[in-house]
């Protein structure tokens, strides 16, 4: 992996991506930071050497490079997924890179169900911790040890400073943000009433596909992480009712507007 990485690494900084300080990760229907950016370069996925190409249709497929908030930011318009066949290695991989370019913080987010019955559709939930019920982990295998220890701490997964500064941004803001704990499963389906019952009984505030191995690998290597779910769906079992993907989207699309002004003004606050 490592000289797959470093090949990937010099293409980028061939194209221009040469000092983004702050790392990116976008979930689906969730792409209008970008709007917000001073784009200075546009590389997709599949002209990346060694990088994976997203298959979901509402997952743009590309790196963007530019400044928001004053920071250079390095930004995943689109992820991979475990359900599209790639290995938790591929879909770590980009995190990866990034940490090798220079970023210094990562901020992620995701659209998630929201098994927590307080909590209502097109809201947000910033993660505090998580269960993972993939079966698999990025970290499986031999270790790399230049990148991080064999047996990493996960005790405090979540930056507590970009949490306490997304805190005061959403009250100064007038933003409702929840807090909660997320599950990762593997999907690509959703989830019987009986599976959503079990993750609220694990202690679950909302489910998703994503999120937790790339927040896994960035502990592996030192790379603090933030994470905020946009709820898409609300997943109470005792009055479950079908969702397409075109909801979902609907309801991400009302919540993007406040997950943008949250990260861009995290962006600007950072050192």
Same mark, same amino acid.
């Given at each position: 992996?490592?000289?797959?990485?470093?090949?990937?690494?010099?293409?980028?900084?061939?194209?221009?991506?040469?000092?983004?300080?702050?790392?990116?990760?976008?979930?689906?229907?969730?792409?209008?930071?970008?709007?917000?950016?001073?784009?200075?370069?546009?590389?997709?996925?599949?002209?990346?050497?060694?990088?994976?190409?997203?298959?979901?249709?509402?997952?743009?497929?590309?790196?963007?490079?530019?400044?928001?908030?004053?920071?250079?930011?390095?930004?995943?318009?689109?992820?991979?997924?475990?359900?599209?066949?790639?290995?938790?290695?591929?879909?770590?991989?980009?995190?990866?890179?990034?940490?090798?370019?220079?970023?210094?913080?990562?901020?992620?987010?995701?659209?998630?169900?929201?098994?927590?019955?307080?909590?209502?559709?097109?809201?947000?939930?910033?993660?505090?911790?998580?269960?993972?019920?993939?079966?698999?982990?990025?970290?499986?295998?031999?270790?790399?040890?230049?990148?991080?220890?064999?047996?990493?701490?996960?005790?405090?997964?979540?930056?507590?400073?970009?949490?306490?500064?997304?805190?005061?941004?959403?009250?100064?803001?007038?933003?409702?943000?929840?807090?909660?704990?997320?599950?990762?499963?593997?999907? !690509?389906?959703?989830?019987?009433?009986? $599976?959503?019952?079990? %993750?609220?009984?694990?202690? @679950?505030? +909302?489910?998703?596909?994503? *999120?937790?191995?790339?927040?896994?690998?960035?502990?592996?290597?030192?790379?603090?992480?933030?994470?905020?779910?946009?709820?898409?769906?609300?997943?109470? !079992?005792?009055?479950?009712?079908?969702? $397409?993907?075109?909801? %979902?989207?609907?309801?991400? @699309?009302? +919540?993007?507007?406040?997950? *943008?002004?949250?990260?861009?003004?995290?962006?600007?606050?950072?050192?």
């Amino acid at each position: 992996m490592q000289t797959q990485l470093n090949e990937t690494v010099s293409y980028l900084n061939q194209q221009g991506i040469t000092a983004p300080e702050i790392g990116i990760i976008l979930g689906t229907g969730l792409g209008g930071l970008v709007k917000e950016i001073d784009v200075q370069l546009e590389v997709p996925y599949d002209t990346i050497p060694h990088f994976p190409v997203s298959t979901v249709e509402s997952h743009h497929g590309k790196l963007i490079y530019g400044q928001l908030g004053g920071k250079t930011v390095l930004v995943m318009q689109g992820r991979f997924h475990y359900y599209e066949g790639y290995s938790m290695q591929q879909i770590t991989y980009p995190v990866r890179v990034m940490k090798l370019l220079g970023v210094k913080r990562l901020l992620i987010s995701n659209a998630a169900g929201a098994v927590n019955t307080n909590f209502k559709k097109s809201s947000l939930m910033l993660i505090t911790d998580h269960i993972n019920l993939y079966p698999d982990n990025p970290l499986i295998g031999k270790n790399l040890d230049e990148f991080g220890p064999r047996f990493p701490d996960m005790s405090d997964a979540y930056d507590r400073d970009m949490n306490n500064k997304l805190r005061e941004i959403a009250k100064t803001n007038n933003i409702t943000l929840h807090e909660g704990v997320y599950a990762p499963v593997q999907g !690509p389906n959703l989830e019987t009433a009986a $599976e959503y019952r079990m %993750i609220g009984k694990l202690g @679950a505030d +909302a489910v998703g596909m994503s *999120t937790v191995p790339e927040v896994i690998v960035a502990n592996h290597m030192e790379l603090p992480c933030c994470a905020i779910s946009v709820l898409t769906d609300e997943c109470d !079992p005792d009055n479950l009712a079908p969702v $397409e993907l075109a909801e %979902i989207l609907e309801a991400a @699309a009302v +919540a993007e507007p406040q997950l *943008t002004l949250l990260y861009k003004e995290l962006v600007t606050q950072l050192a």
